[in-house]
């Protein structure tokens, strides 16, 4: 299962200039990992943050991203969810504080989770840390997460493996087969 959090974004934010390019990297890199996941029938679920917007959908922060002439609009162009494609509205760091993520992880019966998005070091990793208190196994390829800068990136990363038991392969050195 890969959750995406995140990536529908606007960048419209102080480091959001910065972090452009390692965001259009790691997009990239995930449309490419996504498509190799779909065609093995595992499933993707974007979490994404609502960023304030108290009467916006998923549809409509996708909507904003791609017509409204933001920095983040090449991202989402390259992530553009799916009609077989999930997702989770948050409204903190964590994609499980106060949204249905847990229900719908069991109801796909998830074991094992693929995290990718912005940022490795607030909302992937707060994601990362809960998933890990309700057992789901990690993987964080490194390819797949953004950081204002590496040497942030490779302190999260290097969290993730130390605190969540997280593997950090980059995405096309995951055996797809061992989760199935």
């Given at each position: 299962m890969l959750l995406i959090i995140d990536m529908i974004n606007d960048l419209e934010f102080d480091d959001g200039e910065?972090?452009?390019?390692p965001a259009l990297d790691a997009a990239r890199n995930l449309k490419r990992f996504k498509q190799r996941l779909a065609d093995n029938a595992i499933p993707t679920i974007y979490v994404n943050d609502n960023f304030g917007k108290w009467r916006s959908d998923f549809r409509q922060l996708v909507d904003h991203t791609l017509h409204d002439n933001v920095r983040g609009e090449p991202v989402a162009k390259l992530l553009k969810p799916?009609?077989?494609?999930?997702?989770?509205?948050?409204?903190?760091h964590s994609g499980f504080y106060?949204?249905?993520l847990e229900i719908l992880l069991h109801h796909l019966e998830a074991q094992t989770l693929i995290l990718a998005g912005m940022t490795?070091?607030?909302?992937?990793?707060?994601?990362a840390q809960d998933a890990y208190m309700r057992r789901f196994n990690l993987i964080i390829p490194p390819d797949l997460i953004v950081c204002k800068d590496e040497e942030t990136k490779q302190t999260a990363l290097k969290?993730?493996?130390?605190?969540?038991?997280?593997?950090?392969?980059?995405?096309?050195?995951?055996?797809?087969?061992?989760?199935?």
């Open positions: 910065r972090m452009l390019k799916g009609e077989e494609d999930y997702f989770v509205i948050k409204t903190r106060g949204t249905t490795g070091d607030i909302c992937v990793q707060f994601t969290q993730l493996t130390q605190t969540c038991k997280a593997k950090t392969p980059c995405s096309d050195e995951i055996d797809l087969e061992s989760l199935l």
